[in-house]
């Protein structure tokens, strides 16, 4: 192995790359909405028995009883081991400046009981991205 990922870069790839869009747009799996829920065919046992979180952005099938973070959906399907798959998601991660510290703020894996503290983590690095996007504008402006 040449290099290995930092907790930050595995951080980033698991929150900052919305789990429903990746299902849906870069995995090409079928999906639906239905009662509230982004639903998809889960591809360990192909059924629609499934839901996805957008405080802890896992999906969860309910047949397997396993839950899927953007990291594990791409070893599964694209039959790919862990080193593949975090290169993979990487290339979907638009490349942020190395320094937001906002980005670095993440939960303790600890503490992954509470979802406040995950919800929290993902609102820092939602407006860090905000606020990225605003300095791109007011450029462009
Ligand atoms: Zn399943």
Known sequence: MKRRFTRNELFRL????????????????????SEGFFRFLCPVCNEFRTATSPSTNLARCFRCEKNF????????VKKMGF?????YLKNLLPDTPHDPAALVKGPRPKQAGQSNTLAAGRK??????GEILKNLSLKAG
């Not at 973070?69 to 599964?76: A, G, H, Q, R, T």
């Open 69 to 76: 973070n953007p990291i594990d959906m791409v070893m599964i």
């Open 14 to 33: 698991r929150n900052l790359i919305p789990i429903d869009t990746l299902i849906r747009d870069q995995l090409d799996i079928p999906s639906k909405f």
């Open 83 to 87: 080193v593949e798959s975090v290169k």
């Open 124 to 129: 820092d690095a939602v407006s860090a991205i």
